[in-house]
């Protein structure tokens, strides 16, 4: 019976593995996620793999002869546990091929940005419950919040999700 299992891929590899193992006559699955580059003219958006070193493989174990894709290049090696290679539900396959759009690009869910003055408090860590002022986001899903400390204003990194509307 076909069922979705996981492929570790070297380092970059991801496109590369996937096309060794379509040759081989695989079925298989890269989800792609868009991003911007900093080095890119005017943040151009370029797609990336949704998880770094990971494929997903559509096989038979019984019958397909899957060991063949520990010596693809490009694979490190299928994801097992003890002798057998450890299976991937489907519904996590069709739940990232929903989410697709037209161009197979993966979109996640935005969280709704903070506006700039907006009373904050981080939700979890050290400085849990610490009220702050939203000031503005970074590019690594970060934001920078205005906190008081000894007296004045302190700009921090925390990330997004850190964070909640004061109550």
């Known amino acids: 019976m076909m ?3 996981v492929v570790y891929t ?6 590369l593995a996937e096309g060794n193992l379509r040759a081989q006559g695989f079925e298989t699955y890269l989800p792609r996620l868009a ?3 900093k080095d890119a003219p005017r943040g151009a958006e370029v ?9 997903f493989v559509r096989i038979d174990v019984d019958a397909a002869p899957w060991r063949s894709i520990n ?15 450890a299976r991937l539900p489907d519904a996590v396959i069709t739940e990232l091929r929903s989410r697709e759009d ?3 690009i993966v979109r996640l869910p ?3 940005p903070f506006r700039p003055g907006e009373s904050l408090e ?8 610490v009220r702050c002022l939203y000031q503005a986001r970074t590019s690594q899903e970060r934001g920078i919040v205005l906190m008081s400390l000894l007296g004045r204003q302190v700009p921090v990194r925390v990330r997004q999700e850190k964070l909640r509307r004061a109550s």
């Open 122 to 129: 981080i939700s979890e860590g050290p400085l849990s419950e």
């Open 110 to 112: 935005t969280v709704a």
């Open 10 to 15: 070297k380092a970059g590899q991801e496109r």
């Open 47 to 55: 797609t990336v793999p949704m998880f770094s070193r990971y494929i």
């Open 71 to 85: 010596g693809t290049f490009g694979v490190s090696n299928i994801v097992s546990f003890g002798e057998r290679p």
């Open 35 to 37: 991003s911007r580059r």
């Open 3 to 5: 069922h979705w299992y």
């Open 102 to 104: 037209d161009d197979g």
